[in-house]
């Protein structure tokens, strides 16, 4: 990218309230629900997924854009015999090896009868649907199994997942990681206990020493027909540990369990309700935080929401957006 693309970039990014505004984003920025991005190894084409229509796929030659809907990456539905196979949530799309892997969610709203399940590319476009990984719940589980997201930890796949219930957790997966590893079990590592125990959309990040899981907490969704009150909207906070699987504190030393998070991104000027969120390392901008958010100025609506990408700092310990 050339250096006056890239101050043209970072420029956009102005502080508000203490915040950084979205990076310009061009052509289809909507059907950006829950969005999952990576860039082709082969050719730097960026790519990003997201909830509904069978996993909505969009392109683009730049970070920024202009995206371009290129249809939907399951066009089957899923394997999975649940209510919602053929519509699909918060994919996640990481590539191990030569392969990409995209982990996505079977339910419905409100449900607890859900469950994971797995596809492979080698290119992003063209994707064979397998199923299952072995993930799942249902009515009187500790968990919702949504959400996915897998992450190697150096040693080996970790799988976060879950929603709402008892919140976030994680098991080993197998490597490849198309199944949970034998013998596993799921372990939490993060839980609001007070309110809804609205927390969920785990993604963990590798940074120096530490491994962060960035999560959502709050309302997602229905702003247009029931706005919550100031506050109880979505929201991006963190912990960190030097295990991915367990020991998550937040800035304040309080335990991720135990209702800990230190806010990453929250409203803030005409940016409501920022989640969904993952972490990519550009080759060119260095880690960048991508979510869906409400512009104010547009509406509120589901399918309304905006794709944004910010710029990370790391550098005193915790991302600054």
Known sequence: MRVSTLTTLLSAATAVHGYANPL?????????HDPALIRR????????FSTGGKIAMHSATTINGPWTYLGAAIPNGSKIDLTGNDDLWAPDVTLFGDTYYMFYSVSSFGSQSSAIGVATSTDLETWTDHGATGVASSSGSKYNAIDPAVYYDGSKMVMTFGSFWQDIFTVNMNNPPLTVASGASSTNIAYKSSGTHAQEGAYIAKNGDYHYLFFSVGQCCGYDSSKPASGGEYKIQVCRSTSATSGFVDKSGTA???????????????????????????????PVLYYHYVDTTIGYADGQKQFGINTIDFSTGWPVV
Do not use: F, I, W
Not at 25 to 31: D, R
């Open 256 to 286: 991720c369990t135990a209702g800990g998070g230190t806010t990453v991104l929250e409203s803030h000027g005409n940016v409501y309700g920022p989640g969904g969120q993952g972490v990519y390392y550009d080759p060119t901008l260095g």
């Open 41 to 48: 190894s082969s050719d730097g084409k960026y790519y990003r």
């Open 24 to 32: 310009t984003c061009s052509g289809v920025c909507t059907n950006a």
